[in-house]
């Protein structure tokens, strides 16, 4: 009941505001941070006391403008990761040309055993080839589409996922396929995690931020990930309806 309440209240009300991510960055910013996208992250031989930005863009792509703008304003930038379903071309050119990184927020292998209803671990795994000849196509697209580089990525997590107990990043694993598609780096790669140490994700009202609030971490000094989508900082119930609607759907069919 609790958490019906609570998902009602943040469709109408998001948990967090745009003035809120702007004090985010002031405060890290007060606090001597460099804010940075996660490739410049990368990029550092000795990071120290760093905030990386990330968005994964799930639903609304609009919410990025609104991101970017409050960010702009504060002289740094972010990494954007986009779904297909989230593509928007006006949001991504105007992103990119302002600096900000843009990356593919990829889920072919939930999409796949959805569409073909697999719910077996093991079945979907023999379907690997195929899983990853619409991974090199969906982003062959999109960079044609974009003519971005785009050798960002990073694994969307879907509920077929946690329920085949198998991540989207399992479909880039091998180095010669991610070679050949041109990925520099996923976002979860374990050497990358291993550099920034800790991380940050936002969430609905009932778990505002998982492990801690940036804030708490700011008052700390130390480098940390964050990681904010938009529906939990931009109102927008028919959105966010419609994605846990799509959902729901989708569980049903499956
Ligand atoms: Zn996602």
Excluded at 27 to 55: K, N, T, V, W
Excluded at 70 to 78: D, H, T
Excluded at 200 to 221: A, M, R
């Amino acid at each position: 009941m609790r958490r019906t309440l609570a998902k009602l209240q943040d469709y109408f009300r998001a948990p967090h505001s745009f003035a809120d991510y702007e004090q985010i960055l002031r405060s890290a910013l007060d606090r001597s941070y460099q804010i940075f996208g996660m490739e410049s992250f990368i990029a550092l031989s000795a990071p120290s006391r760093c905030l990386i930005l990330r968005h994964d863009i799930d639903n609304d792509p609009l919410a990025a403008l609104a991101f970017a703008q409050i960010e702009e304003s504060l002289g740094v930038k972010a990494s954007y990761f986009f779904r297909l379903n989230t593509w928007n071309d006006d949001v991504i050119s105007r992103l990119a040309a302002n600096g900000h990184e843009i990356g593919y927020h990829f889920e072919e292998a939930a999409t796949y055993a959805k569409a073909r209803h697999i719910r077996d671990k093991l079945i979907l795994l023999d379907h690997y080839d195929q899983i990853r000849e619409q991974f090199r196509n969906n982003i062959k697209d999109l960079r044609a589409r974009s003519g971005l580089a785009l050798s960002a990525v990073a694994a969307h997590g879907d509920f077929a996922n946690k329920i085949l107990n198998l991540g989207n990043r399992q479909v880039i694993r091998d180095p010669g396929f991610r070679a050949q598609c041109g990925i520099a780096y996923e976002a979860y790669d374990e050497a990358i995690v291993a550099a920034y140490g800790v991380h940050i994700s936002d969430g609905g009202s009932l778990c505002p931020y998982s492990p801690l609030s940036p804030q708490k971490q700011i008052e700390k000094g130390e480098t940390f990930l964050f990681l904010s989508h938009p529906r939990w900082w931009k109102t927008n119930p028919l959105s966010s309806i419609g994605s846990d609607l799509r959902m729901s759907c989708e569980r049903l069919v499956w």
